[in-house]
């Protein structure tokens, strides 16, 4: 059942699932790897890791648990745990063409494409429709900035892996940050979403449509990403981003200072200098807040031009301010 509804697309489900199987047999490392796969999907490498480790535990000599656990390692920024585990399933499996991909993206990752290519190739010898090494092929275009090919590269794994929602956000975020080609961002964005409705998709949805200037419809998009999980930081702060470059100030605080505490040391200065400005605008403003959160702003940039303005307006602070800055870049 697990299966069926992972070939399906229904991804919590097959977690369900896949979670049953291993309360019922503890030592199943099939449904161990499964659920570390899953959480790789969900870009989650830090639960993927511990159920690829639990794996590990009951199968120290099974191909798919090591190289899982490679994956999550190698997105952990533990290259040499990577490596180890990979090369560790090949020696069991010579012909495992995952753990081939995997190395190809742990060696894209160290910069030697050398190497990096001379796996992927294994790996396409032996499985022509592995999806990890087409996805790992785009990714190698994407760092030698041959965007077309990623581009190519992530199409041909879409065909063949057409429910994969992660691709789409990783597309999307090719277009976005590489080529600045906002819409075709937010397309990819958007089908992600439709594939698999949750905060995260959701939210890089809106942050596209915010790319777009569509604030209105990007705060729509936050909310819902914020009602499916009311603690996932980065919907909150985008939220608030959305709703403040709309002057819905007051709207704006509460989500925004939620997002930054989850967020933590992953919060970007917009986050705090725009918190500060909307204690500024709002009616009435609070001076004494605003300061707190434009000092956290330039405490990170002394220089940042938006923060210094919102501090000299504060020796005139009063209710019911306008805007004079407006916060840029991606929310």
Same mark, same amino acid.
């Given at each position: 059942?697990?299966?069926?509804?992972?070939?399906?697309?229904?991804?919590?489900? +097959? =977690? %369900?699932?896949?979670? /049953?199987?291993?309360?019922?047999? @503890?030592? !199943?490392?099939? $449904? #161990?790897? *499964? &659920?570390?796969?899953?959480?790789?999907?969900?870009?989650?490498?830090?639960? +993927? =890791? %511990?159920?690829?480790? /639990?794996?590990?535990?009951?199968? @120290?000599? !099974?191909?798919? $648990? #090591?190289? *899982? &656990?490679?994956?999550?390692?190698?997105?952990?920024?533990?290259?040499?745990? +990577? =490596?180890?585990?990979?090369?560790?399933?090949?020696?069991?499996? @010579?012909?495992?063409?995952? $753990? #081939?991909?995997?190395?190809?993206?742990?060696?894209?990752?160290?910069?030697?494409?050398?190497? +990096?290519?001379?796996?992927?190739?294994?790996?396409?010898?032996?499985?022509p429709n592995n999806v990890t090494m087409l996805r790992n092929w785009a990714y190698l275009f994407q760092r030698r900035q041959?965007?077309?090919?990623?581009?190519?590269?992530?199409?041909?794994?879409?065909?063949?892996?057409?429910?994969?929602?992660?691709?789409?956000?990783?597309?999307?975020?090719?277009?976005?940050?590489?080529?600045?080609?906002?819409?075709?961002?937010?397309?990819?964005?958007?089908?992600?979403?439709?594939?698999?409705?949750?905060?995260?998709?959701?939210?890089?949805?809106?942050?596209?449509?915010?790319?777009?200037?569509?604030?209105?419809?990007?705060?729509?998009?936050?909310?819902?990403?914020?009602?499916?999980?009311?603690?996932?930081?980065?919907?909150?702060?985008?939220?608030?981003?959305?709703?403040?470059?709309?002057?819905?100030?007051?709207?704006?605080?509460?989500?925004?200072?939620?997002?930054?505490?989850?967020?933590?040391?992953?919060?970007?200065?917009?986050?705090?200098?725009?918190?500060?400005?909307?204690?500024?605008?709002?009616?009435?403003?609070?001076?004494?807040?605003?300061?707190?959160?434009?000092?956290?702003?330039?405490?990170?940039?002394?220089?940042?031009?938006?923060?210094?303005?919102?501090?000299?307006?504060?020796?005139?602070?009063?209710?019911?301010?306008?805007?004079?800055?407006?916060?840029?870049?991606?929310?």
């Open positions: 059942d697990a299966d069926g509804a992972l070939k399906a697309g229904k991804y919590d489900e +097959a =977690l %369900a699932g896949y979670a /049953q199987v291993e309360r019922l047999e @503890p030592t !199943n490392a099939d $449904a #161990l790897v *499964a &659920q570390s796969e899953i959480q790789m999907i969900f870009r989650d490498a830090k639960k +993927a =890791l %511990a159920f690829a480790q /639990q794996a590990v535990q009951v199968a @120290p000599r !099974n191909p798919r $648990a #090591l190289t *899982a &656990q490679a994956r999550a390692e190698n997105w952990l920024n533990n290259n040499e745990k +990577a =490596l180890d585990a990979a090369l560790n399933a090949l020696e069991v499996d @010579p012909k495992y063409a995952t $753990a #081939l991909a995997v190395l190809g993206e742990i060696y894209t990752d160290e910069g030697n494409v050398t190497k +990096a290519e001379e796996y992927l190739k294994q790996a396409q010898a032996i499985e041959q965007y077309e090919e990623a581009i190519k590269a992530y199409d041909v794994a879409l065909s063949v892996a057409p429910l994969r929602f992660d691709l789409f956000l990783e597309k999307g975020l090719l277009y976005e940050i590489s080529l600045a080609d906002y819409p075709k961002a937010t397309a990819a964005y958007e089908r992600a979403a439709r594939i698999y409705k949750s905060a995260v998709t959701l939210d890089y949805y809106g942050q596209g449509l915010y790319n777009n200037n569509d604030h209105l419809q990007a705060a729509r998009v936050f909310r819902e990403a914020v009602e499916l999980d009311p603690n996932y930081g980065p919907a909150l702060a985008h939220l608030g981003m959305a709703l403040y470059i709309r002057r819905n100030y007051e709207d704006a605080i509460a989500p925004l200072e939620k997002g930054i505490q989850l967020l933590g040391d992953k919060a970007r200065i917009e986050n705090f200098y725009t918190l500060g400005l909307a204690y500024i605008y709002k009616d009435p403003s609070d001076c004494e807040k605003a300061a707190f959160w434009l000092n956290k702003a330039l405490a990170i940039d002394p220089t940042n031009s938006i923060a210094l303005t919102g501090m000299n307006s504060l020796k005139n602070c009063q209710p019911a301010a306008d805007a004079t800055e407006t916060p840029t870049g991606n929310p």
